[in-house]
């Protein structure tokens, strides 16, 4: 089976044949998914030799530094297998309609949906959400006009974009692992999987794992060493915070990540024993190690989200965020308690009861500088004058939804009570409900704010208010019933089940998945009438909400240079100091200056290929194709030292041409008041340039 | 890659001055990432030592520390690589008071030259442990052995590789200001990978040798 050139490749290996092959239900809802890669590859491969979309793509987007464009491929990758990861959840939910006759698909493709699932949302769809936008916003909102290494982050790119990439091949070739996200030892060991499962969890984790830690080294030196004149820490706005403390939970989080990673592949790959069952290996290394990573993670997904809210929230009351300094703080604290609480995750495992308890109470902990936070955006919408636009409809459903995923946190992180519902469906219901209320709310809140900014046009107020409600609605009928039949004892990750009881519930979460589908398909309605109205919608004056930090302090889109004059900061909240006073749209000086922007990069898509290449063969043994593409992937980094190429230039003229004719364009254009807002008045002018 | 606040420029480490120009202007964000990016290294390499630590019992009757330690070796690898650092030390002071490229390129294939002494003889020792029986894949304690001294391994070779390419690129560029600021950072990686091998040393090696 072992073969010089194709590895262990067979013909069986192809999923999408399956279903000839053997047309079971489980078969045809497989093989279906890997023909809509297929199809869905060979149609954008079309599109983009027939529209001649490639050049576009390759020239100004897979080689670019700019990390505006970065930020927003980051997004695209995220929305992708976000829907992939939403159509697996519906496809779980009506497993578990049928479960109570054992389901309609069998146990192992159940597993591997989870799997997969679980992978794709934290990894996959969410990560890129949160690193997106810390690449869209915090070189402008700290006054910058890039990051500190523009073509590492192209490299960080590419290498998220190849995990994700080696997920959607496990849907046409071979199998993905059936140890869920976490992929407990020796489960994934090779006495227990010995197929491509497991391998392909180890090289997409791994793989990407890499881009991830790159984008925190990134955006810690960019946060430190690039802060525009006057930008002192306390003048950064809250979002830069988070993304500061996200970066540092990706250094110290992820080598516990790659380090998990290595051993299991040594594991499965040279029969080193470091997590199997005999011969002296040792699971709770996995399960430490692992966690280590794991609990923090969480926060990375987190923190970002709570910066965003945090933004609009102080936009739409239409004032400054209160309490400045105790969420800097609260902040922080969570960064450093995040590390100390992890092992909470297997209260069940064994330890003694006293390591229980410390770990217990170092995670109720963490409910103190949340708690602040939350009261922090009530206060900033206490007597604010709120304008009830979409982000303050995800905004009311995520302070009302995480109260409760906060209390359920509570009661998970006692162990006498963990105990009791340690596995069951009570443990989804809680995480969903901090994950999809906390952080995919803000993400889509965020695309709402922050959308006119990098493409020149709002989105339809009607569809994106729907899309919210719908959003809600969802989550409430698809989560909050797991809490009851968690309680009553139905555990995670079973394809069966053999109490009618948990029926009744189990149609209701479907109702709910349905309509979280429902809510996808919204969004996407989102961004296609929007496209269709982008002239009614178009706000080139960039700044639609009366935004207050730095970054509506630009024209939508953005210019590639950000920033033609670097900005100096006097107080917190800079651009709206600047509207109050007067002295915003204005040019004081005349020494424009040539900019150079950083140079394009072939790099990323060397990576995107054999990296993919890479992760491809070490998955099915070709150990020629594996080989070849690290040396290919290798030599190209090196050979990046030998090349001495200068970026564009961006003469003087055109960056104050451009700047000049935006001001102009301000002064006379008429700012909306803000209660107009989402009328086609609104074109992107704050009400104030008049009152200067 | 201009920092935009002006805050004086130096690092942990040896700094150019600012004789140096471009290349100690752009030292700042570049050292800084640099060491945020062995802090991390540290990360993983405290994985392994921990990985370790509690893998000692775990010999399922195979070979344990005792029977895999050569003292000899393991004292001349410990020299081969703290000179070789040393070494690599006066290359990034040539380099910083302007000596020739020929000079420094010389001071660093001699460090060069004891980093790959010191990947000979732990190659010899894991092959002489191999010999024995001591494979990674007897038990938990071996491949977490194995693991921890092949991973600081590796990164010298990787080092060592680095090393090559950066003595190629002094030659063809001489000292433009990116190379000198890519030898500030493999000298603080070469002299990073010493820190490691000093825990290695204490934690992996010294008890079995006062056994
Ligand atoms: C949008 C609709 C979604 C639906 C219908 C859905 C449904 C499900 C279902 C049915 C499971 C399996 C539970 C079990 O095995 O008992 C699951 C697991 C999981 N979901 Fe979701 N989910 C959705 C969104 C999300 C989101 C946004 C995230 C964000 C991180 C997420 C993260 C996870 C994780 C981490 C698991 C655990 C996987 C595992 O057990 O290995 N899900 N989800
Ligand atoms: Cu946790």
Request: with cysteine; net charge neutral; hydrophobic share 55%.
């Amino acid at each position: 089976m072992d073969h010089l050139i194709s590895g262990r490749l067979g013909w069986d290996d192809i999923a999408i044949f399956d279903v000839f092959r053997d047309p079971t239900a489980s078969n045809i809802v497989g093989s279906s998914a890997g023909w809509l890669v297929v199809i869905g590859g060979i149609i954008t491969a079309a599109l983009l030799l027939v529209r001649g979309w490639w050049q576009p793509l390759l020239f100004e987007w897979l080689t670019t530094t700019d990390h505006k464009k970065i930020g927003i491929m980051y997004i695209v990758v995220g929305l992708v297998m976000f829907a992939r990861g939403v159509a697996e959840g519906v496809v779980m939910r009506t497993q578990y309609v049928t479960a109570f006759e054992g389901g309609y698909l069998t146990a192992d493709h159940f597993s591997e949906l989870f799997s997969t699932h679980g992978t794709i949302m934290i990894f996959f769809a969410l990560m890129p959400f949160l690193i997106g936008f810390m690449n869209l916003l915090v070189p402008l909102m700290i006054g910058a006009r890039d990051v500190a290494f523009p073509r590492l982050n192209q490299i960080s790119l590419a290498f998220t974009v190849v995990g994700a990439m080696l997920l959607m091949i496990s849907l046409v070739i071979g199998k993905f692992s059936t140890g869920g996200w976490t992929g407990y030892p020796p489960y994934t060991g090779v006495a227990f999987q010995p197929g491509t499962g497991p391998d392909y969890w180890i090289w997409s984790l791994g793989l990407s794992g890499i881009g991830s830690l790159l984008t925190g080294i990134n955006f810690a030196v960019t946060i430190y060493k690039m802060r525009c004149p006057g930008m002192t820490f306390m003048r950064m706005p809250v979002f830069v915070w988070t993304a500061l403390c996200t970066s540092i939970l990706l250094i110290f989080a992820l080598p516990p990540l790659t380090a998990v990673v290595i051993m299991q592949a040594l594991d499965r790959y040279l029969d080193f024993h470091f997590f199997t069952n005999d011969l002296g290996g040792n699971m709770m290394n996995f399960a430490n190690l692992f966690w280590m990573f794991g609990h923090p993670e969480v926060y990375i997904l987190i923190l970002p989200a709570f910066g965003l809210y945090s933004e609009f929230t102080a936009i739409f009351a239409g004032k400054r965020i209160y309490g400045y300094t105790s969420l800097v703080i609260a902040t922080m604290a969570i960064a450093v308690l995040s590390f100390t609480v992890w092992l909470h995750h297997f209260f069940t495992m064994g330890q003694s009861p006293t390591i229980n308890v410390a770990f217990g109470i170092a995670t109720m902990l963490i409910a103190i500088p949340t708690g602040v936070k939350v009261y922090v955006w009530i206060a900033t919408l206490w007597g604010g004058r709120i304008r009830m636009r979409t982000p303050v409809i995800y905004l009311g459903g995520f302070i009302f939804f995480f109260a409760i995923g906060g209390y359920t946190g509570i009661l998970l992180a006692n162990p006498t009570i963990n105990f009791t519902v340690h596995n069951s469906q009570f443990v989804v219901a809680h995480f969903h409900n901090v994950l999809l209320p906390g952080t995919l709310f803000a993400v889509l809140a965020g695309i709402y704010v922050w959308f006119p900014k990098f493409f020149g046009f709002r989105l339809d107020e009607r569809w994106s208010a729907t899309t919210a409600w719908l959003f809600i609605v969802g989550f409430t009928f698809a989560f909050m019933p797991l809490y009851m039949v968690g309680l009553m004892g139905l555990p995670r990750r079973s394809p069966a089940f053999d109490d009618p009881g948990y029926i009744p519930y189990m149609i209701v979460a479907m109702g709910g998945a349905l309509c979280l589908l429902a809510a996808l398909c919204a969004l996407i309605g989102t961004f296609i009438v929007s496209a269709r109205r982008r002239d009614e919608l178009a706000v080139p004056g960039g700044d639609p909400w009366d935004g207050r930090t730095l970054e509506w302090a630009t024209p939508a889109p953005v210019p590639e240079w950000n920033f033609a004059f670097l900005p100096e900061v006097k107080r917190l909240d800079a651009f709206e100091v600047e509207k109050a006073q007067g002295t915003a749209y204005r040019i004081d000086r005349e020494d424009f200056e040539d900019i150079e922007l950083a140079p394009k990069s072939w790099i990323g898509l060397t990576i995107i290929v054999f990296g993919t290449l890479l992760g491809f063969a070490m998955v099915f043994w070709i150990w020629w194709l594996a080989v070849l593409s690290a040396t290919v992937v290798l030599a190209h980094a090196i050979g990046l030292g030998f090349v001495r190429d200068a970026g564009e230039i961006v003469p003087a003229d055109v960056v104050e041409r451009t700047e000049r004719d935006w001001i102009a364009a301000a002064r006379q254009g008429q700012g909306t008041d803000r209660t107009l807002e989402v009328s086609p008045r609104n074109r992107g002018f704050s009400a104030r340039i008049g009152e200067a | 890659m201009t920092a935009s606040s002006s805050c004086s420029s130096s690092h942990p480490g040896l700094n150019l001055g600012a004789a140096h120009g471009q290349a100690h202007e752009d030292a700042e964000p570049v050292m800084f990432g640099f060491w945020i990016f062995l802090m991390s290294d540290l990360v993983t390499f405290a994985m392994f030592f921990a990985v370790y630590a509690t893998s000692l019992q775990a010999t399922a009757g195979g070979p344990g520390n005792a029977d895999i330690v050569d003292v000899t070796s393991i004292a001349l690898q410990t020299g081969a690589l703290l000179v070789s650092s040393l070494l690599f030390g006066i290359a990034t002071v040539a380099m910083k008071h302007g000596s020739a490229a020929r000079t420094v390129i010389l001071w660093l294939l001699a460090s060069l030259a004891l980093g790959l002494c010191f990947l000979g003889l732990e190659l010899r020792d894991f092959i002489v442990a191999a010999e024995k029986g001591a494979v990674p894949m007897r038990s938990g304690y071996l491949s977490a052995f194995w693991a921890l001294v092949g991973l600081h391994g590796l990164h010298v070779a990787v080092g060592s590789v680095m090393i090559c390419v950066l003595c190629a690129q002094i030659a063809i560029f001489g000292f433009a200001s990116d190379v000198k600021t890519r030898l500030l950072r493999l000298g603080l990686y070469w002299h990073f990978l010493d820190i490691i091998w000093i825990g290695i040393f204490s934690i992996v090696f010294l008890p079995g040798l006062l056994t």
